[in-house]
């Protein structure tokens, strides 16, 4: 079977702003023969179909996957992992299963070792959610992360890493394990940190009224993600606990020496702590 | 003595962006009789006059303040505590002195209950230092807070009032100790966490190479201001130090009960974390 099959018949489950936004590019660029649409809510679905998501949609996951080339599992990681061994059980022997679910152990650990399914994770996103906010160049130049494990077939790798790169986006590879640690560090935490911040401000104001006149661009900017979904959060949370506990102890330990270097009136030091922090702020992306 | 004759001659310490932006819009909007720049390098205050902040300039502070109506200390904060006892050994007993430093209690104590000297902050700032990226709008809208204490003369607080309004800033008023523990917590530790969180991500970096492609606009804007003058923030932490601590402390124990809840897998607080932090996040300006 060659690669372009795989792109015959392609399964979307969860069609909010990724799935949404996947099956637009993979329809438009005429990489995708036909694209279906799986769901549980009809209107949902229906509205995909007009916003040329999706060719066709279909409320029964099992039954759409048995003929698919290429399933992509794009619900919230809850979910994904309940879907991932109903998908495995009914598609063929050469399909290909993925998800773009935002934490990679746990999803991965659900495949059980079956060399048809690669975990990936397209980092793309926006404020919004839904098949609404969906657009076909939403993966253009954005981080698409496969991690394949020791089971994962070379063709299931070559189609989800083909796939990525049909859409614009920039194919790399890591362990589910690495992922997880990079993206509660990157991603996770920073939301944590916003919403900390956010919180303990808001508590002072209750006593200190005019704290928000003197709230500038600084306070403005870190605390932009804390308007985020509760729900999505607490599952990510849930799902990447123990790499965001870790995390959190690290920033932790680094605050706490911060606050040491302050309390023991240190100039050299405090000098030192910031001159570092922006010089690798200004070297961030350059090292890629 | 009118409030007008307040304007007639201005003199200006410290010609960077802050003093130089106030030169600027003081004479432009006609404000100000005659604005007089003074400092110690000669070639910086040449080009505060070629660029519009003053109509003349002086090596000599002292002297300079003689006649002055109004003297606007706009120097680093250390440089400004040496210089309050020369300006007010050398200003008459009708001159108004406000500084422009962002943090209070060291500076409004440095006056040592002087009725002419009130405590001052523009809040206004940029990415960009020194007289050259000044600009007569920067404090227009900005918040202009004042801290008189029960010395401050009713004139003093008039003279500064009006400055601001002039400016185009929104002036409000409070203790030097409440301004400090209040930018302690909504710009000071911003910034800390910022740098803490762009050194932790760094050292992950070295550990992990692929870790920058994985980061996207919540890194981004949480990480922004931890390029900032390590000087700067320097003097920031030793002149509000106790206040700093003090919030360093009040998001510890923000983030160790993130951390507990995550940890005990507390579906529901971990919801209630989140939502209360967007919705604060979302009300915080319509409390004004």
Redesign the interface.
Known sequence: MSLEDHFKTVVIAGVGLIGGSLGMSLRQSGTAGRVIGVGRNPGRLQKALALGAVDSFSLDLADASRDADLILLCSPVSQIIRDIPVVLASAGPDAVVADAGSVKAQIVAAAMDDPRFIGCHP???SNLTGVEAAFPNLFKLA?W?LTPVKSTSERAFRVAEETGRRLGA?V?A?SPA??D???A???H??????????????A??LR?????????G??A???????????L??DI??SN?DA??SA?????D???Y??NI??S?S?EE?????????S???D??K??
Chains 1, 2 share one sequence.
Request: charged share 25%; aromatic share 6%; with cysteine.
């Open positions: 980092m793309a996103g981080t992360v920039v790399c890591m690495d992922h640690r990079a993206v560090l990157i991603s935490l920073p939301h944590l940190i916003s919403s900390s911040l956010m919180r303990i401000c808001a002072e104001a200190s009224p005019k704290l928000p006149l003197l709230s500038a600084s306070f900017d870190m605390t932009r993600v804390a308007n985020s979904s509760p729900e959060w607490r949370c849930l606990r965001i506990l959190i102890d690290s920033y932790i680094e605050l706490k911060a606050r302050i309390e009136e100039p405090i000098v030192r702590f910031f001159d570092e922090a922006a690798e702020k200004r961030w992306k090292s890629i």
